[in-house]
């Protein structure tokens, strides 16, 4: 059964530096739009870093005082401002020619939905956050967070936001990724994650992948093939970090 399912390439990463993580990204779009492999990537931040929204301005951060000491990335997605400390990130590039609306959302929901059934095993009961729980509030007065907002599609663990996505379209490849919040940061204590809200001591972000795979493997009817960085692409990486998101001029673009 597993040869009819489509291949597709598993990078799992060890932390490192907003830059690096955010240049990595767009390589893996870059392939994609050049006919290159659908590639599913986990990875985690080292220091704790605050990536913004594209349309973040950098001035907003002051309305965030406990992430003042910690450092700044701005991703090429909108959106609310992320803090990757106790989470794990995930990011999913595949070609997107004839993708509609409805393919888009259905992929937002086939990562959320099963990582409903990985937390299971965890003690975790999550849920979509659905229309309904989505606060006119929070959708007229956006919070500078991300994890303080609400979309249809938020995981959530009572009132709790625990995991989000987001999508970026281009012309032949779409990219999808998201934060799932293991555990509270002392730079958003605010926010509490996974840990706090009754998982087992067993999880961890390589635990969660672990029972993450096979749900999305059977869900989107893909087969992952574990993978590394060539070295030509870490010198590609390097470049791609220093030009654009290690810049203080593109980090303070708005």
């Known amino acids: 059964m597993a040869t009819d399912l489509s291949p597709v390439r598993l990078l799992i990463d060890e932390p490192a530096a907003g830059a690096w993580n955010m240049a990595a990204d767009e390589l893996l779009g870059r392939q994609v739009e050049e006919g290159g492999p659908a590639t599913l990537r ?22 965030h005082p406990a992430s003042a000491g910690c450092a700044v990335v701005r991703r090429q997605s909108g959106g609310g401002a992320i803090l990757h400390d106790a989470e794990l990130t995930y ?3 595949a070609p997107s020619r004839g993708t509609t609306d409805r393919a888009a959302r259905d992929l937002y929901l086939a990562f959320h939905e099963t990582l409903i059934e990985a937390l299971a095993s965890f003690g975790i009961a999550a849920e979509i956050c659905g229309d309904a729980r989505c606060a006119a509030a929070c959708v007229a007065h956006p919070s500078f ?8 599609e ?5 009132e709790h936001k625990i995991a989000g996505s987001a999508q970026r379209r281009q012309r032949r490849a779409l990219i999808q990724h ?18 706090e809200l009754g998982a087992s001591q067993q999880l961890s972000s390589q635990s969660l992948i672990e029972a993450w795979l096979p749900q999305l493997s ?21 470049q791609l970090a220093a030009e654009r998101y290690a810049s203080d001029e593109w980090t303070r673009r708005r």
């Not at 967070?145 to 249809?152: G, P």
């Not at 938020?154 to 009572?158: F, K, Q, S, T």
């Open 154 to 158: 938020d995981l959530l663990v009572g």
């Open 145 to 152: 967070m991300c994890f303080s907002r609400r979309a249809r």
């Open 218 to 238: 059977a869900r989107l009817e893909l087969a992952f093939a574990p993978s590394s960085w060539s070295t030509a692409e870490e010198v590609q990486i390097e």
């Open 91 to 93: 990011s999913y590039a």
């Open 42 to 63: 986990f990875y985690r931040w080292q220091p704790a870093t605050l990536s913004l929204g594209y349309f973040q301005g950098i001035a907003e951060r002051e309305s």
């Open 178 to 195: 998201g934060s799932i919040l293991l555990a509270a940061s002392p730079y958003a204590p605010e926010l509490p994650g996974l840990l």
